[in-house]
């Protein structure tokens, strides 16, 4: 629900500019640490003004050994403002350098007991970030983004059983992939 107030923020706010972006708009990137980790997550970020873009991206991973499976899916969305417009290391302009942003991530978890394929539970997961990060455009078209960010995650178990919870943590980000 947050994440679509960030969307809908992000838009009149891009509206507002009026400034057509330089550079390409589009990028599309994946986290490869989530691959380590049977997982794999997918973004699309568009250039929507000059210094705003909005990132969408889902996600799956499957985790559980032995007797359990667990499968989570996740939505992520990212408003991010753009420092500079340019990264200092190839003089690329457009998407590229520093930037802040405000992220919302959600994700579900279901674990099934597997011999009697039997469902034990499902838990919500639901992030908000504040982020600064860097993205590095090599050969003008290859994107790497390392990120750091000041997390709050709420956990949410689906039937009520247990007690919700609120941690508030530092993260990291690392994602690779292409802009054009």
């Known amino acids: ?3 679509g107030r960030l969307v809908a923020v992000l838009l009149l706010l891009a509206g507002a500019a009026g400034a057509q972006p330089k ?27 000059e210094r705003w873009s909005a990132l969408a991206g889902l996600g799956a991973r499957r985790a559980a050994r032995e007797d359990f499976r667990s499968v989570t899916l996740s939505f992520v969305s990212e408003g991010r403002f ?20 405000v992220a919302a991530d959600a994700a579900r978890t279901s674990v099934t007991y597997v011999p009697t394929d039997r469902d034990v539970g499902a838990a919500w997961r639901i992030q908000e970030s504040l982020r600064f990060g860097n993205r590095f455009v090599i050969w003008n078209l290859q994107e790497i983004t390392p990120a750091a960010s000041l997390d709050v995650i709420h956990d949410i178990d689906e039937q009520g059983r247990l007690a919700p919870g609120t941690r508030t943590t530092l993260g990291l980000d690392f994602t690779v992939g292409w802009v054009f």
Not at 82 to 101: F, K
């Open 23 to 49: 550079g390409k708009r589009n990028a599309v990137s994946h986290k490869p640490f989530a691959l380590a980790s049977s997982g794999v997550v997918v973004q699309y970020e568009r250039y929507l003004a």
């Open 82 to 101: 753009w420092l500079s417009r340019r990264d200092w290391a190839s003089d690329y302009r457009g998407m590229a350098g520093p930037y802040l942003s």
């Open 1 to 3: 629900m947050k994440g």
